[in-house]
């Protein structure tokens, strides 16, 4: 008996770490080297047990749409939490309008925080960036660190902010544009 019972856990221990390793890969940011007149570059280091970033991108009529995410915790919990957000705001980002910005993105983020208990359960910061094709971009900030640009002119940390998502009932996020 304790044979098929070592048996069964290893199995289920491989199985998991196979499931963990193919959704981690899924969620590793992916960008195209260029948008908009912006060079990207994108660097992830993660715990072994991962955590809850995200970086999400969906091409708009406008411009192009990133979303960059922190799920507040470390580990398995920030890991699981993140595969749920991150299902949904690909969900969400699919269905924004041609026409919405980053403040209504955020918007749509913290309405559906109010009233979902999955989501409302853990925190979550976003920072919402529109490239636009005439090379300028539109920030949205709910919580997330101040962005930090890197130019030819020098470095410079952008003042974009705004209440984390879900934390305050119809919260309005305010837009830059750099």
Same mark, same amino acid.
């Given at each position: 008996?304790?044979?098929? &019972?070592?048996? $069964? ?9 196979? !499931? ?27 715990? $072994? ?17 990133? !979303? !960059? ?13 993140? @595969? ?11 269905? &924004? ?9 955020? @918007? #749509? =983020? $913290? ?7 999955? *989501?409302? $359960? /853990? &925190? ?5 960036? *529109? ?7 539109? =920030?949205? #900030? ?14 410079? /940390? *952008?003042?974009?902010?705004?209440? !984390? ?6 919260? @309005? ?6």
């Amino acid at each position: 008996i304790r044979r098929v &019972l070592n048996r $069964s856990r290893k199995l289920k221990e491989q199985l998991g770490n196979r !499931l963990d390793s193919q959704i981690t890969q899924s969620l590793r940011p992916s960008l195209p080297d260029r948008l908009g007149s912006f060079h990207i570059r994108t660097r992830t280091l993660s715990a $072994s047990a991962g955590g809850g970033d995200f970086i999400l991108h969906r091409t708009t009529q406008r411009g192009d749409m990133v !979303l !960059l995410g922190d799920i507040m915790g470390h580990g398995e919990e920030a890991k699981f939490f993140s @595969h749920v957000y991150a299902g949904y705001l690909l969900g969400m980002m699919e269905n &924004l309008t041609e026409g919405a910005g980053p403040s209504d993105t955020l @918007h #749509s =983020l $913290s309405r559906t925080l109010e009233g979902n208990s999955i *989501l409302a $359960s /853990t &925190l979550v910061t976003c920072l919402a960036i *529109l490239f636009k094709p005439d090379g300028s971009m539109v =920030l949205a #900030s709910a919580g997330h660190p101040s962005p930090v640009i890197v130019s030819k002119k020098g470095i410079e /940390t *952008l003042d974009v902010g705004g209440a !984390l998502p879900g934390l305050i009932t119809d919260s @309005h996020y305010e837009e830059r544009k750099v």
